[in-house]
């Protein structure tokens, strides 16, 4: 893995002596997208402002691109695009003069911010409107100005704040694609959000946000090992006589759980699926429905608290 | 510890932005509106008095500035009208920021927050003295087309100084607007209580200033000094009034023969001031009418930096979080 572009360690906010943010420590590397992840109010936002020196630090310290947001602001601000959650934009202008008002105040000339703003806005499809007020605009709309004005900064780190919330499924997908297109641009991701299953599938890494901690971090994988302990669920409906001994029989399975009739839950920690209708098939019985839980953010992250509380439980 | 970079970089694009926004507003519109129209009126109503008055007197145009027609003169419908074109452009300059979730993603980019906060006062000071300036213009023109003298350079200096301290007059007021945007999130409470202080100062404050000294000074006067002494009271507890100030120094400014701030509060009580050695009346030079209320301009445009300074440091302060 290349050097790490931004570094916190132990980052701590307090306002008014109250934790929001209790020491945090993680690292991301150049060129990944890696999500903060968590429930509203767990502490992503301020996490986020601190790294861009836009709210104090209390306690710990965090390293972006090597700067340190706290002393050498203007260095950090420079090299980093932000998107905050729910984007505004002065509604009175146009989309190209909301640009043209931000490359001024990056220090661009007047030349090279008109090629770089037609670019952007060309990449994230907002070519048509560019005279458009921007009060006319919808959230995906906003979203996108957004992360063109990202681009028209060639930020090396792009900050993204819930940059899907309130966005309808298509202009989500649409979003998440000009993420992606980001990463093609070796630009480093950082974004935050509460919906967990829309960005997993964008996020190289994420750490899940609690209460102020990082509860949980790495890839979704690893996660789910961690959490769920490697095991699967494959789930089974078949006709046939003798089945549940049968898929008892098979190895890697560690127990089998009646739904129903001809219905079962095999607990495995492997990929048993092929073995399973093999099982079906010796027995002359017919197979009628096969499929295999994948671990999603959302299962590990209702897993993991559900465990937390019932240790809360147990050791009160 | 040392910020690094200048906390001046940007200031220029802001200012520009805001003046822009400023000009293009449909507010200006309405001010553009209430300058013209009432500079006009008010200027017709004392040219009619001053052709019925004095066809010899040397300062004729600054009596344009300072004549009541009907119980109004120019500079008292400044004293009030000012106030309120500055509250008008700077009650939401801060809030309005935050309300359209602007702030955080303006002050991603490479300025500090100072930069923000002068800029947009810059443009605001810059906005009125575009419109002091074109009402200043209209009095002037119509002055010189209806009375047909020409004015000398005395009075184009005394004139142009009286703009100075009028727009100087208007920062202090702007200041303030600007610190209740920063101070409250809603415009309309900003503006309300930018308007009620406006009313209660400009207006009360004359009126409970007088009262309250009575009650603790002895209004009987058995000598001069004493006399001048009470005099001096009531105007320092007036003075708390921006628009006292200003109306003592455009006092001083607009009428040569003018030689203290007290005189025409003497001359109510059918008293003058007479210094030894001086001619009652005659014109005092502009450098001498400048001395006189130096001290009060100095007050104006400190006052303005001090709102401005509270201002800032509150916002320096406050979360970018609304």
Not at chain 1, 99 to 120: N, P, Q, S, V
Not at chain 1, 155 to 175: F, H, K, Y
Not at chain 1, 211 to 234: S, W, Y
């Amino acid at each position: 893995m290349s050097e790490p572009v931004i570094e916190a360690q132990n980052l701590t906010k307090r306002y008014d002596g109250v934790p929001v943010v209790k020491g945090v420590s993680f690292s991301v590397a150049q060129g990944e997208i890696f999500g903060l992840l968590g429930p509203n109010g767990a502490g992503k936002t301020t996490t986020i402002l601190m790294m861009l020196g836009l709210t104090e630090v209390s306690d710990g310290q965090v390293k972006v691109l090597g700067y340190d947001p706290v002393r050498e602001p203007l260095q950090v601000k420079r090299r980093v695009g932000y998107l905050p959650d729910a984007v505004g934009f002065y509604d009175n202008l146009t989309a190209a003069e909301n640009l043209r008002y931000i490359g001024r105040l990056i220090g661009l000339d007047a030349r090279e911010c008109e090629e770089k703003m037609t670019a952007a806005l060309d990449h994230v499809g907002l070519h048509d409107v560019t005279d458009r007020r921007v009060a006319t605009f919808s959230r995906g709309m906003r979203q996108r100005l957004g992360i063109a004005e990202i681009l028209l900064k060639d930020a090396q780190i792009a900050i993204l704040d819930e940059p899907t919330s309130g966005l309808d499924p298509q202009a989500t997908i649409e979003l998440l694609e000009i993420i992606r297109n980001l990463k093609q641009r070796k630009v480093t991701v950082l974004l935050s959000s509460h919906l967990l299953d829309r960005v997993q599938s964008v996020c190289d890494r994420v750490a899940l946000f609690s209460q102020g901690n990082i509860v949980l971090m790495g890839t979704v994988d690893e996660l789910g090992r961690q959490v769920l302990g490697g095991n699967f669920n494959l789930d089974v409906e078949a006709e046939g006589s003798g089945l549940e001994a049968r898929f008892k029989a098979i190895p890697g399975v560690t127990g089998v759980e009646a739904l129903g009739p001809n219905r079962w839950r095999l607990k495995t920690d492997r990929d048993v699926r092929s073995e399973a209708a093999g099982a079906v098939m010796g027995s002359g019985g017919r197979l009628l429905r096969l499929s295999l839980e994948v671990p999603t953010l959302e299962t590990i992250y209702t897993r993991y608290f559900r465990g937390e509380q019932e240790a809360g439980r147990h050791a009160a | 510890m040392q910020r690094e970079g200048s906390p001046w970089q940007g200031v220029g694009v802001v200012a520009r932005k805001e003046l822009s926004d400023h000009l293009s507003s449909v507010r200006m519109l309405v001010i553009e509106l209430l300058v013209v129209v009432t500079g006009v009126v008010v200027v017709l109503v004392s040219l009619q008095q001053i052709r019925d008055v004095t066809a010899e007197d040397p300062f004729l145009l600054l009596r344009v500035f300072t004549r009541s027609g009907e119980q109004l003169s120019f500079v008292f419908v400044l004293t009030l009208l000012v106030p309120l074109i500055a509250i008008g452009l700077g009650f939401d300059l801060v809030n309005s920021e935050y309300n359209q979730r602007t702030l955080s993603r303006v002050l991603s980019q490479p300025i500090y927050r100072d930069a923000l906060l002068f800029g947009k006062f810059l443009a605001g000071l810059a906005t009125i003295a575009i419109s002091l300036t074109a009402m200043w213009m209209v009095v002037i023109g119509l002055a010189l087309a209806t009375l047909g003298v020409p004015p000398n350079g005395e009075e184009l200096a005394r004139a142009a100084l009286m703009l100075f301290v009028t727009i100087a007059y208007a920062g202090v007021w702007l200041a303030l607007a600007m610190l209740f945007s920063v101070l409250f999130r809603s415009p309309a409470t900003a503006a309300l209580s930018a308007l009620g202080l406006w009313l209660f100062i400009s207006i009360l404050w004359p009126f409970l200033s007088s009262h309250l000294v009575n009650v603790f000074v002895p209004a009987s006067a058995s000598s001069a000094d004493e006399l001048l002494n009470t005099l001096a009271t009531h105007q320092a507890v007036r003075r708390v009034s921006p628009g006292a100030l200003f109306g003592e120094i455009v006092t001083v400014l607009l009428d040569p023969a003018v030689r203290s701030t007290q005189q025409s509060q003497l001359a109510a009580m059918g008293l003058a001031l007479i210094e030894p050695g001086s001619i009652p009346g005659a014109p005092l030079p502009l450098l001498q009418s400048v001395l006189i209320v130096w001290p009060q301009m100095v007050s104006l445009i400190a006052g303005t930096i001090v709102l401005f300074v509270i201002g800032y440091v509150i916002f320096q302060r406050q979360e970018v979080r609304a």
